[in-house]
């Protein structure tokens, strides 16, 4: 299993930024993608950026040049940059990594961290 622990966060002001970074630990045998969602309340969730081990990156329009997400393969650490942050970034955001054991590929999810950003 792949526990994931999230920090960072909090609340600022808009053309405030904030950083998000996000460790996995546990037993496995190797972790693909990692990335960041958000979810609102009542909404769908929403991916917000995701890196590949490979270093491929895929960033949703909403927070293109806005956001930078990167990867520390080395740690299986992975961080989210987030500048320019509007109100409407305002949400829970969860870490997410696709990893494999010895059996089938799995998803972990971290704990959820609030943004929060006021106008």
């Known amino acids: 299993q792949v526990q994931l622990v999230e920090s960072g966060g909090g609340s600022v002001q808009a053309g405030g930024s904030l950083r998000l970074s996000c460790a996995a630990s546990?037993?496995?045998?190797?972790?693909?993608?990692m990335g960041w969602y958000r979810q609102g309340p009542g909404k769908q969730r929403e991916l917000v950026a995701a890196i590949t081990s490979g270093g491929s990156i895929n960033y949703a329009d909403s927070v293109k040049g806005r956001f930078t997400i990167s990867r520390d393969n080395a740690k299986n650490t992975v961080d989210l940059q987030m500048n320019s942050l509007k109100p409407e970034d305002t949400t829970v955001y969860y870490c997410?990594?696709?990893?494999?054991?010895?059996?089938?590929?799995?998803?972990?999810w971290g704990q959820g961290t609030q943004v929060t950003v006021s106008s």
């Open positions: 997410y990594c696709n990893w494999r054991g010895i059996t089938n590929p799995m998803t972990s």
């Open positions: 546990g037993s496995f045998f190797s972790i693909n993608t």
